[in-house]
């Protein structure tokens, strides 16, 4: 849980209608790209990324990866596979993901950006480890593909901030604050509403 002085880690993702991440492959070619949406001023906001080994691998048959850094950002990968020796600049957590992203969390910087997949952001949630759920909703039905929030999963209670409807391409960004599990502190809560995105 972020307070004032911690960065959050916010999970941004473009979803389908029907609730998927991709497409059975992990494809992504249905997803419009929209004249409105600056996305100098959305990348600007993160300097980490967080991401699972299959997220990473995508990147890196689509050439985004340089120097163990996806788009020039620190990145974190979540793996117990992956050869760090073929991505020296990259970070790699292979267990205690708790206490990693704590310490993601704890140290100075710019919020932490949830790249993905949906696996790991479950896993994350069952900790109550992420701030907020900022979703785009593509309008396309796929029918298949990768879920947004793959079960069994537990509940995750959340409270719009935000709402933007891109009129070009029908796109639909939601902005959601994630609501602390039962038993967390309340002041820690506010402070979360608080921050500033």
Do not use: C
Request: no cysteine.
């Amino acid at each position: 849980m972020a307070t004032q002085t911690q960065r959050r880690l916010r999970y941004q993702v473009v979803q389908s209608l029907d609730g998927f991440i991709a497409g059975p492959q992990g494809e992504a070619d249905w997803i419009p790209m929209d004249p409105d949406i600056d996305f100098a001023a959305h990348f600007a906001q993160f300097d980490t990324l967080l991401m699972g080994r299959k997220t990473f691998a995508g990147m890196v048959g689509q050439g985004g990866v340089s120097g163990g850094k996806v788009f020039g950002k620190d990145t974190v990968v979540v793996s117990r596979t992956l050869d760090k020796s073929r991505y020296p600049g990259l970070t790699i957590v292979r267990d205690d993901l708790a206490g990693a992203v704590a310490a993601l969390k704890a140290k100075p910087g710019k919020d932490i950006w949830l790249f993905g997949g949906g696996e790991l952001f479950r896993s994350l949630a069952d900790r109550g480890l992420v701030d907020s759920v900022e979703v785009v909703v593509a309008p396309i039905l796929l029918g298949q593909g990768l879920p947004l929030y793959p079960g069994p999963a537990g509940r995750v209670a959340l409270t719009l901030r935000s709402s933007r409807v891109f009129e070009k391409t029908g796109l639909l960004m939601l902005d959601y604050f994630v609501e602390p599990a039962e038993g967390v502190d309340a002041l820690a809560s506010g402070l979360r509403r608080s921050a500033t995105p």
